[in-house]
Every structure is written in C-alpha cells, then in structure tokens.
C-alpha cells in the first residue's frame, strides 16, 4: 500500500495546478475521493452561527445527498461542533473527534452517513478556522479499519499547508468559483509574482509583478538568454532539482529570501507543475515560481488616510498590510528582524486602533475595494 506521503505527492501538484488553472479543484477532488474505499469527498465550510452548511464541491455524493446534508443533517453532525476544538492543518478520522460507540447511535449516522452516503465514517482537515467558520476538506468512506483511516489522515496533514497556501492566494475572490479563469490576475492584484519556467531554464511565461521584480534583480533576475536565476543558494538548488527532468519525488519548496534595506524581502514558492509524461517529454517539465513581498507593498491613497485617521505609527503600518496580505506573523518577523513576539505587540495595537479582531478582518479593511 502506498504510503501517505507517497500518494500525497501527485495530490499536493493537483493543488498548484487547480491553483494556477493547469487542472481543475474538481479533478483534485475526484482524486482526493478514490484514496479511500468508497470514497465521497467534499470541500465544505461550516459557520456554528448558522445550521446551514455550505458545500461548494463535491464528488462522489448525488445531488440529494448534499442538500439533505446542508439543510438539515450538518446541524446534527456530532462531528461540525467539535470542529472547532481540534488544531487546525492535523488530519483526522472521526473517532478522533467523536467515539464510534456514540457516532453509531446518533441520527447523522443512521439517517444519512450509513443509509444515505452508504459510509462508516469520515477522515478530514480543517484547513482554514476564521472565528466560528471552519473550512474543511473531508472524505467519507465505508472503510471502518483504524489503521488504514489513520494513514488517510497522515496525507491530509501533508496535503492541509499546500491548501491553505492556495487557499490565501485567492482568498479575495469567491474561494471556489466554477470555472474561474482570471487566477493569473489575481497574482498581480495581491502584488505577486508568477513566472512560468521551462526545463531549460527559460521564461515560459511571466506576469506583470513578475516582470517588475525581474527589472529590480531581486529575489531573481532573467539574462539576455531568457534564462532565470535566482539569488538565494538554497532556493536556486531546489529550483535546479525541480526543473530537471528526473522522477524523483518533487514535492513545493518554500523560502523567504532576504534582501538589503532597498530590496526587501520575499518568500518564495517554487512547484513543478503537473503536465501529463507526453507532454514533459516533448517540451520538459514546467516550473511555477512565486514571488511574495513579505515587505508592505506601497499605500494607496485611501490606505495612506486610514493610516493617519487610525494613528499608526510608521512600523505598525508595514506589519499591518503585510499581515493583510496573507503573511504569517512568523515571516513578518523574519523579514523585518524582528522578534515574533514584537510582532504580535504591534498586531494588538494594530487591531486596537482599527477597531477589528482578526487577520481576516484587517485583509477585508485594509486589501478591500
């Protein structure tokens, strides 16, 4: 049987792929399905304010299934309530949140996990916790075997960074909208680099923020060629490995770079793209690499004056819009050298002074239009 960071591996290239639109979160979605007997998956998320859930894909389940389950069997879950007690990115089987003695006797489990979905229990991750809503990935299957679910778990904690990742990136849209073409703006509206590079090296393909961070030299430049190198020892040895055309096991590679006082900071994120074996046979794998400045991009004018209404200081203005654009208090503190507990001093005078409570809250305040 594979192991689960073996069959998390072609999942975790599903992933940057339904992100950058080389496949779909449908396909992904089918195949998180078929790594469990049985297997119905979902990406739902789940607001306790409210008994309705919300189910924007799915596979596996009909139609019927999902609509009797959001109009009513989600708010007998036993599972949703203690979502919210379990560490978020952990993958987990059922039993780990509520025992099968109880499960068992429960109408969620009789009237529609056994009758209707025709499954023993679910394997799943909460991906991404915003207050009182949960966003999760789940599968429900009829394999009642502890130890196999417990391995199906083991993957899910490996796929849940790699979503959350993909995840903070469209955060500004609608998460899962069908047939979303404009993921490639997207990178430019978040102030993001993304440059598509082929086996030998070249420029396949890059965006209007790439074109800028290539024109500045930092954290990457481009020779006359066309080929990109890039200006960090670690990050250039994993973009090597990624782009050659081996078969060994490629999974992302994250890092921030540092620069001096003019250029900044930026992590970078480096995948090689699914492409079927015809297709990197011909032309050769093709590498995504992802420049974030973890530096607060410029102000806008309406920001500027937020800024100055609110009392920010200088510093707390920076920690503010780079939080707000989907970076960890952790990368901040890298980026800026700066202690983590320093950052979070100035996150709490932040959210004071702007009267909100959450990194979510500050994106929307701050990012929206």
Known sequence: MPQPADAAIHLIDMIYGSLFGECSW??????????????????????????????PYISGFTKDEVDQFSNHFASVNPWIPRMGLVPVGRGLCGEDIFARKNLVKTEFYNDWLKRQAGCETSIGVSIIREEARTFILSTAT??????????????????????????DFIRKRDLLAPDNQALRTLFDSIGAG??????????????????????????????ADGRISIRCQKSAAAFEWLASRHDGQRGPYTAI???????????LTIVRLQSSAFTEFLEGPTVAVIAEPIVAAPLKDRQN???????????????????????TPREVATAYQISYETVRTHL??????????????????????
């Open 305 to 327: 004056a937020l800024m100055e209404t609110s009392k920010l200081t200088v510093t707390e203005i920076k920690v503010a819009l780079s939080v707000a654009s989907g970076n």
């Open 257 to 267: 770079v540092q620069g001096d006082g003019k250029e900044g900071s930026y992590r």
């Open 194 to 223: 993304l440059i598509y590079v082929s086996d030998k090296r070249k420029v396949r393909w890059s965006n209007r923020t790439a074109e800028n961070i290539i024109a500045a030299g930092f954290p990457f430049r481009v020779a």
């Open 142 to 167: 009829s394999s009642s075997d502890p130890e196999r679910n417990r391995k199906a778990a083991e993957r899910y904690t490996l796929l849940a960074p790699h979503l959350k990742r993909a995840f």
């Open 348 to 369: 709490r005078n932040i959210y004071s002074k702007l009267g909100v409570n959450s990194q979510v809250a500050l994106a929307a305040l701050l990012l929206g239009s």
């Open 26 to 55: 449908q396909g992904f979605l089918d195949a998180v399905a078929k790594t469990s007997p049985d297997g119905k998956a979902a990406l739902h998320y789940h607001d306790l304010a409210s008994p309705v859930a919300h189910v």
